[in-house]
């Protein structure tokens, strides 16, 4: 049975077709150990770009900007999957997309890929929002080869820095006044315990890395960034007006003299290979 949180996502992303390419792709990304063009090409470099035959497979690929960067690197011996249950994205990806990659409409938690078919299941910024998180992992291991790769791009917080925590203190009573309580995804997703814990079978060499999106945007820009994200989008009306009139008000004194804001977002990426 489709739960509240499945049944909103479908929803959101035949209205909002392309939002996570949006905040991400046109923004570089750092850690400690090195910088990305963006967050989809740290995962998109974990894969190495040669002419070896591959299988790869972009669970939750959204209108599929992590293939796009895959595809372009030409290597023709590469088979690029993108799995999805929106309508609205994947139309969208087919629409951008070569012909040779194969998109499937279907749940994480059942896929219908071969066992051991696959060298790589990617994901960028999704898993944390999945159902049945344990069956989704189950689901990547099978699928997975021995020795087969999985690297995952998830939140590890939202906004960063003093942007982020205004953003929390203005968006907490709001949310809790005006927000209807839907249960996105396992708890377990946002935090590098909780990635031990869910792949502790099957999996072994697990690694992490935080990464930060760079981000300057103004507080126009900010507001028209957060309209874009589950939370802003349920509010009702009301709410969402109020929620604009103290951000604005509290993140304006905060601009550079250029008039942006300095933030980010904190992502983790998650690695590991299949037993
Ligand atoms: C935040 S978007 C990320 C899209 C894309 N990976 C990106 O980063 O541009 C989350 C995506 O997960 C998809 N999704 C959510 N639950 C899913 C599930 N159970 N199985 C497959 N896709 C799912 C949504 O339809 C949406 O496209």
Known sequence: MTSDAEAYLKDFHQRRVGTTRRAFATYAARSAQAEYLSSYHA???????DAMPRTIVDLACGDGPLLEILN????????????????????????????NVRLINERAQALSLETGS?????????????????????????????GGKFVAIVGRAFLLGEVGEVFLNVFRPIGKAHLAQIRFGDSRTRSEDGWRELLQ?????????????DWLPTPEQLWQSM???????RMPEA??????RELLTAVTPMQREDGKLKTGWALRLVHASAE
């Open 118 to 146: 696959a060298d790589y299941v990617l994901s960028h910024m999704a898993l944390m929002l999945m159902d049945d998180i344990e069956q989704v992992m189950g689901e990547i291991h099978r699928v997975l080869r021995k």
């Open 201 to 213: 079978h099957g999996f072994s060499d697990i690694t992490f890395e935080d990464i930060d999106v």
């Open 72 to 99: 372009d690197r030409g290597n023709s011996a590469t088979k690029l999957i993108g799995i999805d249950i929106s309508n609205g994205e994947l139309a969208a990806a087919r629409a951008v997309l070569s012909p």
């Open 239 to 244: 709410g969402r007006e109020q929620f604009k």
């Open 43 to 49: 995962l998109a470099e974990r894969v190495p770009n």
């Open 227 to 233: 309209l874009e994200t589950y939370d802003t989008d």
